[in-house]
């Protein structure tokens, strides 16, 4: 099933896998909530993946967020509580225990068609990478968002990836398109006490890897578009508490260095301080700020407590 010839193989003449991308059993996964229609897209391009995963699992809360893909063979959908780091870790619990990698995507990701191969170079290059990013040369999350017709036109008049992999350590993934070495996080789950989106669980997770001594690196090989689809996001407030909460959480927990949680919540805090005057349509920036405030104010007294945003 993975070594079918594609179209991106074709235009790039290259028809052979390094030997992790043939031998390796793969299981995809996409936490989703509200999003069946641009989710099914989404798959959509899984299946012209010039390696593909043995196995796509869709954890959702209800029937309708998997829409039409139940019923699809090689797909299983499970149901569960909602929330970003619930969703994955209730996943990942239904991974067999013979595979190999683990790839978890955002329901908004759109994956250049090589994606998965590119992830398994650069596990092959190296057995101390636990976790592959990729690069995502369009993001509608640091704007109003894209269509899927969008990404999908920004997707088709992307160059194939480059010749030559470039691999750079990084203090952690980005969340909507992550690559794990199986046997690298086994045992290690996501933060749940990060609710609702899970602001920064995706660098908790990599600050993890990082402590067990793996490496986690960012290729340039491996594209995608985010569409960045803002149907739903948590509300302003509750993100903005997450903003200023869940960083000096994870210090406490060392998966965040001191210097790098300062910095990320300074710029949050002055972003939407500047921007709340007159704010984008598509960003509650004042209920952010307002959040902001809330969690600076429990960090003086003394209270780390990232599931407050849930209450907001």
Same mark, same amino acid.
């Not at 869709?58 to 969703?87: F, M, Y």
């Not at 619990?93 to 994606?115: E, K, N, T």
């Not at 993890?208 to 690196?217: D, E, H, S």
């Not at 948590?234 to 210097?259: A, H, W």
């Given at each position: 099933?993975?070594?079918?010839?594609?179209?991106?193989?074709?235009?790039?003449?290259?028809?052979?896998?390094?030997?992790?991308?043939?031998?390796?059993?793969?299981?995809?996964?996409?936490?989703?909530?509200?999003?069946?229609?641009?989710?099914?897209?989404?798959?959509?391009?899984?299946?012209?993946?010039?390696?593909?995963?043995?196995?796509?699992?869709?954890?959702?809360?209800?029937?309708?967020?998997?829409?039409?893909?139940?019923?699809?063979?090689?797909?299983?959908?499970?149901?569960?509580?909602?929330?970003?780091?619930?969703?994955?870790?209730?996943?990942?619990?239904?991974?067999?225990?013979?595979?190999?990698?683990?790839?978890?995507?955002?329901?908004?990701?759109?994956?250049?068609?090589?994606?998965?191969?590119?992830?398994?170079?650069?596990?092959?290059?190296?057995?101390?990478?636990?976790?592959?990013?990729?690069?995502?040369?369009?993001?509608?999350?640091?704007?109003?968002?894209?269509?899927?017709?969008?990404?999908?036109?920004?997707?088709?008049?992307?160059?194939?990836?480059?010749?030559?992999?470039?691999?750079?350590?990084?203090?952690?993934?980005?969340?909507?398109?992550?690559?794990?070495?199986?046997?690298?996080?086994?045992?290690?789950?996501?933060?749940?006490? =990060? %609710?609702?989106?899970?602001?920064?669980?995706? $660098? !908790?997770?990599?600050?993890? @890897?990082?402590?067990?001594?793996?490496?986690? *690196?960012?290729?340039?090989?491996?594209?995608?578009?985010?569409?960045?689809?803002?149907?739903?996001?948590?509300?302003?407030?509750?993100?903005?508490?997450?903003?200023?909460?869940?960083?000096?959480? =994870? %210090?406490?927990?060392?998966?965040?260095?001191? $210097? !790098?949680?300062?910095?990320? @919540?300074?710029?949050?805090?002055?972003?939407? *301080?500047?921007?709340?005057?007159?704010?984008?349509?598509?960003?509650?920036?004042?209920?952010?700020?307002?959040?902001?405030?809330?969690?600076?104010?429990?960090?003086?007294?003394?209270?780390?407590?990232?599931?407050?945003?849930?209450?907001?």
């Amino acid at each position: 099933m993975k070594s079918n010839v594609c179209p991106w193989e074709i235009l790039s003449g290259e028809t052979s896998e390094p030997s992790l991308a043939k031998e390796a059993k793969i299981c995809l996964i996409f936490p989703t909530r509200g999003r069946a229609a641009v989710l099914e897209r989404v798959v959509a391009l899984v299946d012209l993946q010039t390696v593909k995963p043995d196995l796509i699992i869709v954890s959702c809360v209800t029937d309708e967020d998997a829409g039409d893909l139940a019923n699809r063979p090689g797909i299983l959908v499970i149901k569960g509580p909602p929330g970003s780091s619930v969703q994955r870790n209730h996943a990942l619990s239904y991974v067999p225990a013979d595979f190999d990698v683990v790839i978890i995507l955002d329901d908004d990701f759109l994956m250049h068609g090589r994606w998965t191969a590119e992830a398994l170079k650069a596990f092959d290059s190296d057995p101390a990478i636990a976790c592959v990013t990729g690069t995502v040369f369009a993001d509608g999350a640091r704007g109003p968002g894209y269509s899927v017709e969008e990404g999908l036109a920004i997707l088709e008049k992307t160059s194939d990836p480059p010749q030559s992999m470039n691999v750079v350590s990084t203090g952690g993934p980005y969340g909507c398109n992550m690559a794990f070495r199986a046997s690298s996080i086994a045992g290690l789950r996501f933060d749940e006490r =990060l %609710v609702l989106y899970g602001w920064q669980e995706d $660098r !908790d997770f990599g600050g993890q @890897i990082w402590n067990l001594g793996y490496r986690v *690196v960012r290729i340039n090989t491996a594209l995608g578009v985010h569409l960045g689809v803002k149907a739903g996001r948590v509300s302003g407030r509750k993100l903005g508490y997450s903003q200023v909460i869940n960083p000096l959480y =994870l %210090v406490r927990k060392k998966t965040m260095p001191l $210097r !790098d949680a300062v910095d990320h @919540i300074l710029r949050n805090v002055a972003s939407n *301080v500047v921007r709340s005057i007159s704010p984008e349509p598509w960003i509650d920036r004042r209920g952010r700020l307002g959040g902001n405030l809330i969690g600076l104010w429990d960090f003086v007294r003394g209270r780390l407590t990232p599931e407050r945003a849930a209450k907001l």
